[in-house]
């Protein structure tokens, strides 16, 4: 007689493949969002074919300084500020002639403009902000920037203004509401306007009627002070202009200067762009993915990890960001629906809740009128259909395994349908079951021939009991 008994194997090591299987997906998620993330901003190309610094003779003009050149691109938010108080004070250790600054903003944070501001006042070197290339702008809160500048430069074909202040994350507020923050950012235009010597009515209507002048009308009403083609052309028309700091007049001696271009650090990047809504939006969904799947297989540690690390930074960039908590609500009933969708069948209803669910609460997601601010479709519209699929393949087969009957080793028997060899009674007897014999007992006594269902593992002895379809 055969005696066999299989090696157990647990339902949890199926669902430990699936998830092995989905990792790739998740991490190469991770990869391209801390890619896109890390990808350098671009930025116009510098040109300069300056000759080296003529040497110092007696009678003769001072040599030019170096001249530092900077970016302000893109929304201006905390890491823009940090970005622009480094850099003021790099150039004073560095004994810097001037900082130029290439600006294409469509606007940002009032709090970061003021303290941008105010590190351009208290600057001990001359700051040039210069609306570059063709095509670039400085909105909003660049426009209020490009004021407080010791000299403004734009290229030809493009523009600065449209400073009317938006409320962001405070809901409609009321026509008063509305009119006291008008005030107060049309009196710090003007003082700022004064503060520079530049056009007041120029400054006030950009505030409140939201205008906006192309280069050539900001240089005719005398906002602009130089119009250049290019940095050289900048630099040219720069050379033996005289700037006020504070009481101490500076002569820029820029012909023939050496260029030093500083570009935002590794981390200013990095905190730069997972502070773009989009980034946010996709690091929030990485988290909760690899949350979720952690708490599906404690002990994978792997995505609990990604999960957590995703989490983190979806936190610090959403406290930067106007958050609508209404569509974060909407969001987590969508992951929810989904789950329930896996365990109490709907025809497909819970899902088609959870996908408009998701859809309308990542469009409410960033509470802003501006679009930069938004969440974008394009990023909205993947992330749904990779959040269905996420839920309905990958964790919807790991439960479904986890949930499945073991058809394996000894507790896998259990249930089987066999045959009695002969007698089984409370003592001995032998079935032959899943293609092997067994030594098998039972509560009461079984004819041989007859079919039996087994009920239980002891060690190596079957416990059966009739089964109520007869023999065979």
């Not at 426009?143 to 010791?150: E, T, Y």
């Not at 000894?410 to 030594?439: P, R």
Request: aromatic fraction near 6%; charge should be negative; charged fraction near 20%.
């Amino acid at each position: 007689m055969h005696l066999a008994a299989g090696r157990s194997t647990h339902p949890g090591g199926e669902f430990l493949k699936i998830l092995r299987a989905s990792i790739p997906a998740a991490l190469a998620l991770l990869i391209v969002t801390v890619q896109i993330a890390l990808s350098p901003t671009p930025s116009p190309a510098i040109q300069s074919d300056n000759q080296e610094a003529p040497e110092e003779t007696e009678g003769s003009p001072a040599p030019p300084q170096d001249v530092l050149v900077a970016y302000l691109h893109g929304p201006i938010g905390p890491v823009s500020k940090d970005y622009v108080h480094r850099i003021v004070e790099e150039a004073g250790d560095l004994h810097a002639g001037c900082i130029v600054f290439l600006m294409d903003t469509p606007g940002g944070l009032d709090a970061s403009m003021r303290s941008i501001i105010k590190d351009i006042f208290s600057s001990p070197v001359p700051i040039i902000i210069f609306v570059y290339p063709s095509g670039a702008r400085a909105a909003s809160a660049g426009a209020i920037i490009s004021l407080a500048a010791h000299i403004v430069a734009m290229a030809p074909g493009t523009n600065m203004g449209a400073a009317h202040p938006v409320p962001l994350g405070q809901g409609k507020m009321d026509d008063e509401m509305t009119e006291k923050i008008t005030n107060d950012s049309a009196a710090y235009a003007r003082s700022i306007a004064t503060k520079r010597g530049r056009d007041l009515e120029w400054a006030e209507k950009i505030v409140r009627e939201s205008i906006s002048s192309t280069a050539e009308e900001a240089h005719e009403v005398g906002v602009v002070d130089i119009v250049a083609s290019d940095l050289d052309d900048l630099l040219e028309k720069l050379d033996g202009l005289e700037v006020d700091l504070d009481g101490r007049m500076v002569t820029l001696r820029t012909a023939g200067a050496d260029i030093r271009e500083i570009k935002p650090s590794l981390r200013e990047r990095f905190l730069g762009r997972i502070s773009d809504p989009n980034i946010a939006y996709l690091l929030m969904l990485l988290g909760f993915f690899g949350l979720i799947f952690e708490l599906q297989n404690p002990g994978a540690i792997f995505p609990g990890v990604i999960g957590a690390i995703s989490i983190l930074l979806a936190f610090y960039a959403l406290q930067l960001l106007p958050v609508n908590y209404a569509g974060v609500a909407l969001i987590v009933l969508a992951i929810i629906m989904f789950l329930l969708e896996i365990k109490i069948p709907s025809g497909g209803l819970l899902t088609v809740g959870g996908v408009v669910a998701m859809v309308i609460g990542s469009i409410m997601f960033i509470d802003s009128p501006l679009p930069f601010m938004r969440v974008s479709l394009s990023v909205i519209i993947p992330a749904v259909v990779f959040t269905v699929l996420f839920f309905v393949f990958a964790v919807g087969m790991g439960l479904r395994a986890q949930r499945k009957k073991v058809s394996t080793g000894t507790k896998g028997i259990i249930g089987e349908i066999g045959v009695a060899k002969t007698d089984v009674v409370e003592g001995e007897g032998s079935v032959f079951v899943h293609g092997e014999f067994w030594n098998a007992y039972s509560d009461e006594k079984i004819p041989a021939g007859k079919k039996v269902e087994v009920v239980d593992v002891n060690g190596m002895m079957l416990k059966v009991k009739p089964h109520k379809e007869g023999g065979i």
